[in-house]
């Protein structure tokens, strides 16, 4: 018995292989099953790719501004036989592993990092939605369904909508007398790690100053070149039944919507209203605040004035970034062994301890490795891992608005790098702190005669003597115990963050 929203398995489908994508290509695969990719049906193989690189077309000749692609693992791909139809299939499934779509695969190619890349229609299963806002995510169909006739103008709110914003949306709607549809992008996090949820809900914090409005999730993600990341955009609206695309940014040109350049508007304190920046007298003009200066003003807490941004978007703001000084924060301490990263991290999470503001959880080497990588070695794979798990559980604490100090070898900089990102993606802040004690020192110092084992030939592999170190050069403070007392080093670290508004000063 099938239910609604309950998965039936397909018979030609319980053998072929689960594969879940990564985040952004299950945002394509949300687009090509909604629609929203018309004509594109599924991933695009090799011919169609060559013929993008070469002339910006798809093989058939359709205009098509970006590849829209898949890749595997290389067992997978390999595991698959395109000539017989019920082997040919992936099923892929969402990140908790939950089917959402069948891929028909008719070419695979190997790719990058032993991966393959995997063409292909694909096929809804269940009713193919996942992740947060399903009311809104709805298809391009549906939206044209509920559209009223006449002009249709096309807003990508991908970013919150502050007054200049909403006063451009108002005179565009009231210019082309059209009715908007705004169209949320919820594939991966906005500009400052801001989530696809916040958005959501501070474009709905501004509904009542907007004219009637159609509001949809849409999962766009970008690819990082603008001009083809707009133009895709622009077919993406034009799919949702948008006729004229108010521009965020770059000029379009081609098939699609028509696309409004808005003219920069600024607040007149004359009469509070948001007109042309030039019609404006220098003397009575404010500029929009620009993103650094909003982030500025979160950070520190204080409100978006009431003439730049509405109330109740501030409000969501305020709650999705608060005051540096409330916000979750993960210290990560780097250096050698024996470079005295464990003493100065136990000794700001003492002092953070005592003062109360947050709670605290310290992940200390030797408690990590006991709870969280037991069975781990030193291979540059296990050093990876282990890094890697530290910074998960150090962005879940922070994203609960906890401390997480942190203090591994972690010799490795991607490694690092990619705790910094879980941290930022969880909303949260990330301080690197270089413990740079110079190697002659920590070996002088040896508390666990591993410097001594390694020299001797006994043990292999020993960071800073047969094993690298990848000194950080992104590191937001860095210090040497050589030079500095526990104490000091305690305060060093403790002084920058008073400094840079994470701890309140005492
Ligand atoms: S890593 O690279 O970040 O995963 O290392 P980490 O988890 O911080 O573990 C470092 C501690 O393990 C001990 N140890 C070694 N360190 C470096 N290289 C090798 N081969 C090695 N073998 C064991 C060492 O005592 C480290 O502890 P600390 O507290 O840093 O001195």
């Not at 500095?484 to 994470?502: K, P």
Request: hydrophobic content about 40%; charged content about 25%.
């Amino acid at each position: 018995m099938s239910e609604r929203g309950w998965l039936m398995p397909d018979e030609l489908l319980r053998d072929a292989p689960a594969y879940s994508p990564r985040a952004g290509e299950l945002a394509d695969l949300e687009l090509l099953l909604t629609g929203a990719y018309a004509p594109l049906t599924g991933f695009l193989g090799r011919a169609d790719l060559t013929a993008l690189q070469r002339r910006g077309r798809l093989a058939d000749g359709t205009p098509w501004p970006l590849p829209v692609t898949l890749e595997v693992p290389e067992p997978l791909a390999l595991g698959l036989d395109l000539d017989d139809p019920a082997l040919r299939s992936i099923v892929l499934t969402d990140q908790e592993g939950a089917p959402i779509a069948a891929v028909e695969v008719n070419d695979t190619w190997p790719s990058r990092d032993g991966r393959y890349g995997v063409g292909g229609t694909v096929r809804q299963i269940g009713d193919g939605r996942h992740g947060p806002f399903q009311r809104l995510r709805r298809t391009p169909a549906e939206v044209r369904e509920l559209l009223p006739p006449g002009r249709v103008l096309g807003v990508v709110a991908d970013r919150p909508l502050h007054r200049p914003q909403l006063a451009q949306i108002a005179h565009a709607a009231r210019t082309l007398a059209a009715h908007l549809l705004v169209l949320i992008p919820v594939g991966e996090a906005g500009p400052g790690g801001l989530s696809p949820e916040v958005l959501v809900r501070t474009v709905f914090a501004a509904r009542d100053r907007m004219p009637p409005a159609t509001l949809v999730a849409v999962p766009l993600v970008r690819r990082g070149d603008e001009i083809r990341d707009a133009l895709l955009r622009a077919k993406v609206a034009a799919a949702y039944g948008v006729t004229h695309l108010l521009s965020t940014g770059e000029m379009l040109s081609g098939g699609g919507p028509r696309v409004l350049v808005p003219r920069e508007l600024a607040y007149d304190n004359r009469d509070g209203q948001w007109r042309w920046r030039d019609d404006i007298p220098p003397r009575n003009r404010r500029l929009a605040l620009r993103t650094d200066e909003i982030d500025d003003l979160l950070d520190r807490g204080f409100p978006l004035p009431e003439w730049h941004t509405p109330p109740a978007v501030a409000k969501e703001l305020a709650r999705a970034r608060p005051p540096r000084r409330q916000r979750g924060l993960v210290v990560f301490l780097t250096g050698l062994s024996g470079s005295g990263k464990s003493t100065v991290a136990r000794g700001v999470a003492d002092h953070l301890r005592e003062t109360g503001d947050r709670t605290v959880t310290l992940l200390d080497g030797d408690v990590v490795r006991r709870e969280l990588s037991a069975g781990l070695g030193f291979s540059k794979e296990d050093r990876d891992l282990n890094i890697r798990r530290i910074g998960w559980v150090a962005a879940e604490v922070a994203r609960h608005r906890g401390m997480a100090i942190c203090c591994p070898i972690a010799p490795y900089a991607a490694a690092r790098r990619t705790a910094r990102e879980m941290a930022t993606l969880a909303g949260a802040g990330f301080v690197l702190v270089h413990v740079a004690t110079p190697l002659e020192v920590c070996e002088r110092r040896d508390r666990k005669g591993l410097y001594a084992k390694a020299r001797a030939g006994l043990i292999k592999g020993m960071t800073g003597i047969d094993d690298p170190y990848e000194a950080p050069l992104d590191a937001e403070l860095t210090l040497d115990t050589s030079e500095l007392s526990v104490d000091e080093a305690v305060g060093a670290v403790l002084h920058h963050l008073t400094e840079t508004g994470w701890v309140e000063p005492k």
